[in-house]
C-alpha cells in the first residue's frame, strides 16, 4: 500500500492478548511482492464476510465448542426488510454461555456478531451482551431498520434486566446488567439505522459505556418532520469512550451525550445536539448543518453534590451552517465557573448567534466568520495561582504544524477496516502455526509470519490468546488488539513504538481500538485468586514497568487506547478488586506528530502519562485515575529503582497523572484527571483531597492546556512539583475545571 520502507517495531514483551480479531497492516517488506493495493472486485462483500473464521476464546470452559464468529444469517436473519430478524440476531448474540443478565463481566465469551448486507427489520432492542462487536460489511453497510411498532430504549443496547421495565432507563443500577463505568469492550460498525417508519419516539443507539468503547461508521436516518421524536443515540452516564465517523441525519435530538469523558471525532448532524451531563468532552471534527441549535447543554450547579451538569465542553475544527445558536447552555455561566467552554477554528455560515443563554442572553454573536480561539470559564496564566474569568477571546491556541491537515485543522485518520481488500490479501496467523490458545508459546511462529509477510499481506490475528516470551517486531499499523502481561512481569515493557511515519503520510504509524489491558483478566495470572486487594500477593503482583514507550525516533497516530492496570478482576464474579504494580504508563520521547486522541492511562505507580523531551504532540481527551493504593506506599514504591529516579516522575505522595520535562510545542485539549482513593478509602471524595497535586510541568516545556478537569486533587497544575492552582478556586460540579492555562 505504500511506497516506502519502513524500520519499525513494535515490542511485546510478556503475553499478547488478542482477545479479539486483531489486523496488523504489515509496511517495511522485504517480501517480494508488496501489496500495494486491495484486490477485492467490486461485488465483493467485505473480506469479514468469507474469510476463514478460526478464532476462539482460550479461556471459555469450552474452547473447541464455543464460537466466536457469529454472521447473523446464520441464525436465520433474512435481511430483506420485510421479515422481523430481531430474535434471529439476538440469538446469534447470546448463543454459547455469555455475559448477560447477572454477569457483571467477564473476558473468556468474546462475540464478534456479523451482518451482511442487507435491511434487517428490529421490532424491539438487540442485547448487546458483554464483549460485543456488532459489524456490518463495510464495503455496502446493512440497515438495521425499526419496525413501525418498534418498541424499546434503542435499536441496540439496551442492558436491563427486566424485559418490562427496558423502556425506562432510570431504574437504578440494580435494573442493569453492567455497572456503568464497568461497560468495557464493545464496538459497533459500519450501519445505517434508519428509524424513519416509527411515528413515535424511537431511539437507534443506547450508548452507557465505558472505555475500550467505539462507535464507527453508522450512518443514522431519522424523520425531518417537525416535533418527531427520534433521537440518534442516547448515552446517560458511563465512563468513555471514543466515536467517530458517524453521520446523524434529522431527528429531534442526535444524540444525548451523558458521561464524564469522551473523545469525539469527525461527526456529521444534521440536527440538534443535546448534551445532558459530562465532566468532560473533547469534540474535535464536529459538522453540523440545519440543526435549531448545535449544542444544547444542561448546566448544573457549581458544588460537587449538586445537579451536576455540562463541566467543560471542549470544541476544535467545527464547521457550522444554517443553524440559529451553535451553542446554548440553559442557565448563564455565574461569573465564577459553570459550564466551562472551550472553542478553537470554529466556521459559522449564517449563525446569528455563537454562544446564548436559553431564554436569556447572547454571550458570543456569530453570523458567518471563524472564531479563532473563544472560553468561558477560568483563564491561568504561568505560576499566577489567580485565574480569570472569562467570557471572550483568548489568544490563538497554539498548534504544531506537525499535527495539522493541509486544511489547518487538527489532522485525523479513520480506524482502518481494509474494505477494498479480498481474503486473499490476509494470512491468518492461526493458519502459519500459532495456536493462540493461551498456552503454546507462540513467539517463534509469529515472528517468522512476520518476517515473511510484513509488507505483502495484511496479518489476521484471529481471536484468541498468544503468548509471547519474547520480543515480536511488528509493522505499523494495528487495530483491534490488545496486549498485556503473564505476571510476574515487573521489567516489562508492554510496547516499544519506534516507527515514523514516511515523509507526506500522516497517520501511517498507528493504533486503533488497540488497548494495553495489564492483568485483571483470564490467562494473565494476576486476578484476584493471586492478587487480592489486601496486597498479600506481594512480589506476584508485578504487572510491567512501563506499559506504552513511544520512542525519540518515533511518531505514532493513536485513536482510542485505554492503557489500564487492572483494579478489579474482570473474570472473578463480584469484580473483585485487586492489588497490582505496574510502574509507568505511556512514556512519549517523541519529537512528534503525535495525536493521542481519545486514550486513557490508569493506575501506574509512577505516573500515566510522562512527556520527556518530547514535541508536537496533539493530546485530546487525556483520562487517567491514580492508583488506589496510594498513598501507601508512595511512588516509586513498591517498586525499587535499580538507579536514581528521575524527580520528574516522582509524584508527591501519589502518581503525576501527566508529568511534563523539556517538552515542546504540546497542545493538550481536554483532560480527566482522576483520584478517587487514598489508601483505599473513598473518604477523601467528600473533603475533595484524595492526592495534593496531580498535573506537574517543568519551567521549560512549551505546553498548553485547555479544558482541564481534575476530580479531588488539591491542586490542579504544579510547576516543578510546586503546587499553583489550587481546585477550590475552580469548582464545576463532580470535577474543578480550568478552562484554559498558558505559559505566558
Ligand atoms: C434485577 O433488578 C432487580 C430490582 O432491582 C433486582 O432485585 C435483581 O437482583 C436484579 N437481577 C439481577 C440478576 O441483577
Ligand atoms: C444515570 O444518569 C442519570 C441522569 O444523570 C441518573 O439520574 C442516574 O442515577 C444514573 N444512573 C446510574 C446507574 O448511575
Ligand atoms: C469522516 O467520516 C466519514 C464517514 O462518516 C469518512 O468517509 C471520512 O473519511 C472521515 N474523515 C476523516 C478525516 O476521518
Known amino acids: 500500500m505504500f511506497s516506502r520502507s519502513l524500520r519499525n517495531a513494535l515490542l511485546g514483551a510478556g503475553t499478547l492478548l488478542g482477545l479479539l480479531t486483531t489486523t496488523v497492516h504489515s509496511l517495511g517488506s522485504t517480501c517480494s511482492t508488496p501489496l500495494t493495493h486491495g484486490s477485492a472486485a467490486a461485488g465483493d462483500p467485505f473480506w469479514r464476510q468469507n474469510i476463514a473464521h478460526q478464532g476462539i476464546a482460550a479461556f471459555n470452559s469450552n474452547p473447541s465448542g464455543y464460537q466466536v464468529f457469529r454472521n447473523v444469517k446464520d441464525f436465520g436473519a433474512i435481511g430483506d426488510g420485510n421479515a422481523d430478524d430481531t430474535a434471529a440476531i439476538n440469538a446469534a448474540i447470546s448463543s454459547g454461555s455469555r455475559c448477560g443478565e447477572g454477569c457483571d463481566s467477564t473476558t473468556t465469551a468474546p462475540a464478534i456478531v456479523y451482518f451482511p448486507s442487507g435491511s434487517y427489520k428490529v421490532s424491539t432492542p438487540l442485547i448487546a451482551l458483554y464483549q460485543t462487536q456488532l459489524i456490518g460489511d463495510a464495503r455496502n453497510p446493512p440497515t438495521l431498520l425499526a419496525a413501525p411498532s418498534f418498541s424499546g430504549i434503542a435499536l441496540i443496547g439496551k442492558f436491563y434486566n427486566s424485559t418490562t421495565h427496558y423502556a425506562d432507563p432510570y431504574l437504578g443500577d440494580n435494573?442493569?446488567?453492567?455497572?456503568?463505568?464497568?461497560?468495557?469492550?464493545?464496538?459497533?460498525?459500519?450501519?445505517?439505522?434508519?428509524?424513519?417508519?416509527?411515528?413515535g419516539s424511537a431511539t437507534g443507539i443506547h450508548w452507557q459505556v465505558s472505555q475500550a468503547t467505539s462507535l464507527m461508521n453508522i450512518v443514522f436516518q431519522m424523520s425531518t418532520a417537525a416535533g418527531n421524536q427520534h433521537q440518534?443515540?442516547?448515552?446517560?452516564?458511563?465512563?468513555?469512550?471514543?466515536?467517530?465517523?458517524?453521520?446523524?441525519?434529522?431527528?429531534?435530538?442526535?444524540?444525548?451525550?451523558?458521561?464524564?469523558?469522551?473523545?469525539?471525532?469527525?461527526?456529521?448532524?444534521?440536527?440538534?445536539?443535546?448534551?445532558?451531563?459530562?465532566?468532560?468532552?473533547?469534540?474535535?471534527?464536529?459538522?453540523?448543518?440545519?440543526?435549531?441549535?448545535?449544542?444544547?447543554?444542561?448546566?448544573?450547579?457549581?458544588?460537587?453534590?449538586?445537579?451536576?451538569?455540562?463541566?467543560?465542553?471542549?470544541?476544535?475544527?467545527?464547521?457550522?451552517?444554517?443553524?440559529?445558536?451553535?451553542?446554548?447552555?440553559?442557565?448563564?455561566?455565574?461569573?465564577?465557573?459553570?459550564?466551562?467552554?472551550?472553542?478553537?477554528?470554529?466556521?459559522?455560515?449564517?449563525?446569528?448567534?455563537?454562544?446564548?443563554v436559553k431564554n436569556g442572553a447572547t454571550v458570543l454573536a456569530g453570523g458567518s466568520m471563524t472564531i479563532d480561539s473563544w472560553a468561558q470559564g477560568n483563564v491561568f496564566k504561568g505560576t499566577n495561582s489567580a485565574g480569570t474569568f472569562t467570557q471572550g477571546n483568548i489568544a490563538s491556541i497554539p498548534k504544531a504544524p506537525a499535527v495539522l491537515d493541509s486544511a489547518g485543522r487538527i489532522f485525523g485518520k479513520s480506524h482502518p477496516q481494509y474494505a477494498d481488500y479480498s481474503p486473499s490479501d490476509f494470512v491468518s496467523v492461526r493458519s502459519h502455526g500459532a495456536k493462540g490458545d493461551g498456552h503454546t508459546d507462540d513467539t517463534a511462529a509469529l515472528q517468522a509470519i512476520f518476517a515473511q509477510y510484513a509488507g505483502c499481506k495484511i496479518i489476521f490475528f484471529d481471536a484468541g490468546t498468544y503468548i509471547v516470551s519474547n520480543t515480536i517486531n511488528i509493522p505499523a499499523e494495528i487495530t483491534d488488539m490488545i496486549f498485556t502481561t503473564k505476571g510476574p512481569a515487573a521489567g516489562a515493557i508492554i510496547v516499544e513504538w519506534n516507527v515514523h511515519d514516511p515523509a507526506g503520510q500522516q497517520g501511517a504509524a498507528g493504533a486503533w481500538d488497540t488497548h494495553l489491558i495489564i492483568g485483571g483478566i483470564a490467562g494473565s495470572g494476576l486476578q484476584a485468586a493471586q492478587c487480592p486487594s489486601s496486597g498479600s500477593g506481594g512480589n506476584s503482583c508485578f504487572a510491567d514497568y512501563l506499559g506504552l514507550h513511544l520512542t525519540s525516533g518515533s511518531s505514532?497516530?493513536?485513536?482510542?487506547?485505554?492503557?489500564?492496570?487492572?483494579?478489579?478482576?474482570?473474570?472473578?464474579p463480584g469484580s473483585a478488586q485487586i492489588t497490582l504494580y505496574s510502574g509507568r504508563g505511556v512514556l512519549s520521547e517523541s519529537q512528534g506528530p503525535v495525536w493521542l486522541i481519545g486514550t486513557a492511562s490508569e493506575h501506574h505507580?509512577?505516573?500515566?502519562?510522562?512527556?520527556?523531551?518530547?514535541?508536537n504532540h496533539y493530546i485530546g481527551l487525556a483520562q487517567t485515575e491514580t492508583p488506589y493504593f496510594q498513598p501507601n506506599p508512595v511512588p516509586p514504591s513498591p517498586f525499587i529503582p535499580s538507579t536514581n529516579v528521575d524527580p520528574a516522575t516522582l509524584g508527591v505522595g501519589a502518581a503525576w497523572a501527566l508529568t511534563v520535562q523539556n517538552a515542546q510545542n504540546i497542545l493538550v485539549f481536554g483532560a480527566g484527571f482522576y483520584s478517587f482513593f487514598n489508601n483505599y478509602n473513598t473518604a477523601c471524595q467528600g473533603t475533595q483531597n484524595c492526592q495534593q497535586q496531580i498535573l506537574n510541568l517543568d519551567s521549560v516545556s512549551t505546553i498548553s492546556i485547555y479544558s482541564l478537569n481534575t476530580v479531588d486533587a488539591i491542586s490542579q497544575i504544579s510547576v516543578n512539583a510546586n503546587a499553583v492552582i489550587s481546585g477550590s478556586s475552580n469548582p464545576n460540579g463532580f470535577s474543578n475545571t480550568v478552562t484554559a492555562w498558558t505559559r505566558n
Open 175 to 199: 435494573w442493569q446488567y453492567y455497572t456503568n463505568q464497568n461497560n468495557f469492550f464493545r464496538s459497533v460498525r459500519n450501519f445505517v439505522i434508519d428509524l424513519r417508519q416509527v411515528s
Open 232 to 356: 440518534g443515540i442516547f448515552m446517560e452516564n458511563g465512563s468513555g469512550g471514543f466515536l467517530g465517523d458517524l453521520v446523524i441525519n434529522g431527528g429531534n435530538i442526535g444524540a444525548t451525550f451523558g458521561n464524564q469523558q469522551f473523545t469525539v471525532r469527525n461527526v456529521t448532524f444534521n440536527n440538534p445536539i443535546n448534551a445532558i451531563w459530562n465532566w468532560g468532552w473533547t469534540f474535535q471534527g464536529v459538522t453540523i448543518n440545519n440543526a435549531q441549535v448545535g449544542f444544547d447543554l444542561s448546566i448544573g450547579d457549581t458544588s460537587s453534590t449538586g445537579n451536576q451538569g455540562v463541566g467543560a465542553e471542549a470544541i476544535i475544527d467545527a464547521v457550522v451552517t444554517n443553524t440559529p445558536i451553535f451553542v446554548r447552555s440553559s442557565i448563564p455561566s455565574n461569573g465564577h465557573l459553570q459550564g466551562s467552554i472551550v472553542l478553537n477554528n470554529i466556521k459559522l455560515t449564517n449563525v446569528p448567534i455563537a454562544v446564548g
Open 556 to 572: 505514532a497516530y493513536i485513536e482510542g487506547m485505554w492503557v489500564w492496570l487492572a483494579d478489579h478482576d474482570l473474570d472473578t
Open 605 to 615: 505507580v509512577n505516573y500515566q502519562y510522562f512527556l520527556r523531551g518530547a514535541a
